[in-house]
């Protein structure tokens, strides 16, 4: 009997042409685009692109009938709200950049979905990432990276668990993007030509500081002082919400040069500015651990390590500092290690683990 994949479909090409080479590969596929929009108005709904709105649900259900497979919409948005929005929210609060893909693909797309795909009889889950996932030598299951290094997705998965890799299809990493949409269009699907979503999905307009206005409300810091490294005041700012590391654009700040955010200080409310050399360091720290290839490891080792998702990663030694600690030494300087993104460990084409940036 064929193994039955619930292939997650968020309305774009990537997703869909997963459902199709899974259905060609023999599997018996189901379609589901997880339902984690907030607003119940259908006008904001309609309004909400990527894989939010009801564009990609309308997508997908055209794209389900063109295969032939069954499709379902499930609800996840207590789930998205509580693990993805909420904390979105509240890393910000705390001066931190978080990365709500992450949190969604751990949280929402593969503990929520995988155990409710389970729970109907499937057999794995499937989505349109462009990584692949491979059993090492040791027994372990890793994300490898994809074909096309222009679309790699495993820094966004550095994250899911062994069970969760064991229960795990990535189709499309064996693909480039234009064989994908090829794919699309021989199938005679309706997204082949469909433009990738760019922005944070709850976030439409990229307008991250006005959103956690509105969900924070009386609990969003207001103005505070711009400082220089050495604690001098040198004007004032919005508010810490509004900024990140590496900032430049939208300070609003006349400095006679140009200035960049190198530091922000919640319990201060301050944010520290510093001239692009401030921006770069050698050593990152980082915690909330995830290790993938390996079980764990005990002595020093060099690694390639990403710390954001565009970066095109820096050899670094990684060590063991406290329990859920390790020190990143990078050979070279790299610029704009922001608290609350992941950094990324690979070994050649694999991913070791990684863990989320503290300084």
């Not at 994809?146 to 668990?161: C, E, F, P």
């Not at 490294?229 to 700040?253: M, N, S």
């Not at 290839?293 to 998702?309: C, N, Q, T």
């Amino acid at each position: 009997m064929a193994k039955k994949v619930v292939v997650g479909m968020s309305g774009g090409v990537d997703s869909s042409v997963a459902a199709l080479l899974l259905k060609e590969q023999g599997y018996d596929v189901i379609g589901v685009t997880m339902q984690i929009w907030q607003d119940e108005d259908p006008c904001r709904q309609a309004q909400n692109g990527g894989c939010c709105g009801l564009s990609a649900v309308e997508d997908a259900r055209a794209v389900a009938q063109v295969l032939d497979i069954p499709y379902y919409v499930m609800n996840f948005k207590e789930r998205f709200r509580r693990d993805v929005m909420d904390y979105f929210v509240e890393e910000y609060l705390q001066g931190r950049t978080p990365n709500p893909c992450i949190a969604c693909n751990r949280f929402v797309k593969w503990e929520a979905l995988l155990k409710r795909s389970m729970e109907i009889g499937a057999d794995y889950i499937a989505t349109g990432h462009y990584a692949r996932i491979d059993r090492l030598p040791n027994g372990r299951f890793s994300v490898r990276n994809s074909v096309t290094a222009t679309k790699d997705q495993t820094y966004a998965l550095y994250n899911l668990t062994q069970d969760q890799l064991a229960h795990t299809l990535l189709p499309v990493g064996d693909f480039t993007k234009d064989e994908i949409r090829r794919m699309a269009k021989e199938a005679g699907l309706n997204v082949a030509s469909k433009p990738d979503s760019q922005d944070i999905c709850f976030i439409p307009d990229g307008d991250y500081a006005a959103f956690i206005d509105r969900e924070a409300k009386d609990r969003v810091p207001g103005p505070g002082n711009f400082v220089n490294g050495k604690g001098e005041i040198l004007g004032r700012h919005k508010g810490i919400t509004h900024y990140t590391v590496g900032q430049r654009r939208g300070l609003e700040i006349a400095m006679g040069k140009r200035v960049f955010v190198t530091q922000i200080k919640p319990e201060t409310d301050e944010v520290v500015l510093g001239d692009n050399a401030e921006v770069f360091t050698e050593t990152v720290l980082c915690g909330n651990l995830n290790f993938m290839a390996v079980e764990d490891f005990g002595k020093p080792m060099r690694v390639k390590a990403k710390i954001r998702y565009n970066h095109g990663g820096e050899f670094c030694r990684i060590e063991r500092v406290e329990e859920n600690r390790i020190l990143c030494s990078f050979e070279k300087p790299v610029r704009a290690s922001t608290p609350g993104q992941a950094v990324v460990f690979y070994d050649g084409e694999y991913v070791l683990g990684g863990g989320t940036i503290i300084r």
